[in-house]
């Protein structure tokens, strides 16, 4: 084989695209030949460089709504609409990060954050709770207004869970939708051991069909 | 991150067609974004696409080899949307930004920067492709589906996704400014 031909198939070769004698022939050209050799190790390169792109990680519970728009077992019978309209609207999504510093900090929130909502289009919250320690056993609540929709759980305006929260950050992704123009409250809520610690986020809703774009941060508090 | 989110799965009964499913969400999202290029648009249409799947279950059920099959219908729903609504859907740039600061908190900082630069690069590189140029790319040299495979998954011949992947590759070096393997041959041969 010479040069010339190693050339032609160099990317065949890596490619996984040869025969498998013409593929050793490669391999024993290529252990052999500097400058061939030395063209195969950029190309390498190269690829590795590709190989090492990154693409934008969705926001956790992506699994869970990636099946939003699929009837839910007991809803099979009526189509929900909430559902329906929940994902309907996700193009026009828009997401609000809060990040909220905390947790042994016995400091307590001092300003309220607000959000605006556009009626009937789902928005998702970010809240990112920074912890200090790794906490093996935490309770989240959350409470939203009756006019309030949690995307999934359609009916549910006061949900409570057992998780772990891991040294750092830990991010909960909140997409809600309001289905009346009045402003309200949504409370989080987590307990660990006697100590708790509540979040209050105002819910201002706007009729218009206008989406907003926001990011808010609570500092430290 | 650590999900703290968990209960959007717990209080729903574990449902034969997620069951199915679930394992190849990830890999269909990923496959979504390197077509849409945004999380957004990438999450509709995975949503779009499971929908779809929804009454075909018992046809599901009977596949081997699942992940080609997915992938390829993903791919047919992406271009059946394109055809159907010319729209493109307006770039929620912040959208990718807030999560890239919320995922990359563990990355080490400069490895993070240096990282982030590359890709930035990378991305640059990616926009000057034609769009067959750009799929083939990503989806081959990034996300590891062969030539045969992507001959299925796209219904286009290896030959012309080999021609495509080699303009591609080019165009990708010299924005990159990576001198290519030829060039280097002929330097030295
Ligand atoms: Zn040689």
Redo the contacts with the bound molecule.
Sequence with gaps: MN?KI?LTELHDFLDDELKPAQHEQMRA?LSE?D??HQAWQKELQFRQVLKEHTIPVPALGMEERAFAKVPRKAERSHKNAFVAGFSGAMAAGVMILIAAAMFFNPVTQTTVPNITLTMHQSKKVQMVFDVPEMVANATFSLKVPSHIQIAGKSGLHQIEWQTALKKGKNLLSLPIVATAANSGELIAEIRYGDQVKTFRLKLDIQTMEQGQLGIIKVGVV | MANILDFFSKNNSPDEFEALLKPHVGHLYRVAYRLTNQVEAAEDLLQDVILHFYPKYQELKKIENLKPWLARSLYNRFIDNLRKNKRNPVTDAMDDTILNIVEDHNVEPERETEQALMNQRINESLNKLNEDQRQVVMLHDMEGYTLTELADIMGTPVGTLKSRLHRARNSMRESLAMEPSDTLMRVKG
Aim: aromatic residues 0%; proline residues 0%.
């Design positions: 040069c190693i050209h030949c400058s061939c």
